[in-house]
T-cell receptor, first 111, second 114 residues
Framework: NAGVTQTPKFQVLKTGQSMTLQCAQD?????MSWYRQDPGMGLRLIHY???????DQGEVPNGYNVSRSTTEDFPLRLLSAAPSQTSVYFC??????????FGEGSRLTVL | AQKITQTQPGMFVQEKEAVTLDCTYD???????LFWYKQPSSGEMIFLIY??????QNATEGRYSLNFQKARKSANLVISASQLGDSAMYFC???????????FGPGTRLSVLP
């Protein structure tokens, strides 16, 4: 049971570099989302999608882009990394009205 | 706007005792769901329990129960017979049924003492 798969698990970037966090789910969920987790702040929503071709901003979208070309995949792109983007990132999906299923998380450090 | 408050940054409990983790929420939507997640030191997010706003009874899942007081807008998690493996961060979250997204509280770090 793969569930939600995120890659990479760890990444170190220099300021200004770009990267993509990959997320894939095999549960046929229409809803997918990206969160960042910072100490004392819980999980904050970056972007979300309610289906292929549809994306929208969450609470903290600045500096991140997403796309949703298929139901399964929802990559998160950092166009020009900044130290403030050092965080743990979680991808999550859910069925209608159900709980969120999370990936294992990706720890990103921006130097 | 949705908001979740967890006022206990850290809690200690003796092994085999019960512990209550507090969660209060704010919403103007009459239909919503409340969720608790556990995050052990390994980092994954584990779903524990769900309570719907119209559910007549408090939710229970094994050693976990949810003390739901709708008028007070509180949804406290009760863990009975604590085990060392319960040491983790615990997050309360809410989703309004007419909305798409979850809102999370800041979390409570529970430490179970032997």
């Amino acid at each position: 049971n793969a569930g939600v798969t995120q890659t990479p698990k760890f990444q170190v970037l220099k300021t200004g570099q770009s990267m993509t966090l990959q997320c894939a789910q095999d549960m046929n969920h229409e809803y997918m989302s990206w969160y960042r987790q910072d100490p004392g702040m819980g999980l904050r929503l970056i972007h979300y999608s309610v289906g292929a071709g549809i994306t929208d901003q969450g609470e903290v979208p600045n500096g991140y882009n997403v796309s949703r070309s298929t139901t399964e995949d929802f990559p998160l792109r950092l166009l020009s990394a900044a130290p403030s983007q050092t965080s743990v990132y979680f991808c999550a999906s859910r069925p209608p009205l159900g709980e969120l299923f999370f990936g294992e998380g990706s720890r990103l450090t921006v130097l | 706007a949705q908001k979740i408050t967890q006022t206990q940054p850290g809690m200690f409990v003796q092994e085999k005792e019960a512990v209550t983790l507090d969660c209060t929420y704010d919403t103007s939507d009459p239909s919503y769901g409340l969720f608790w997640y556990k995050q052990p030191s390994s980092g994954e997010m584990i779903f524990l329990i769900y309570q719907g706003s119209y559910d007549q009874q408090n939710a229970t899942e094994g050693r976990y129960s949810l003390n739901f007081q709708k008028a007070r807008k509180s949804a406290n998690l009760v863990i009975s017979a604590s085990q060392l493996g319960d040491s983790a961060m615990y997050f309360c979250a809410m989703r309004e049924n007419y909305g798409q997204n979850f809102v999370f509280g800041p979390g409570t770090r529970l430490s179970v003492l032997p």
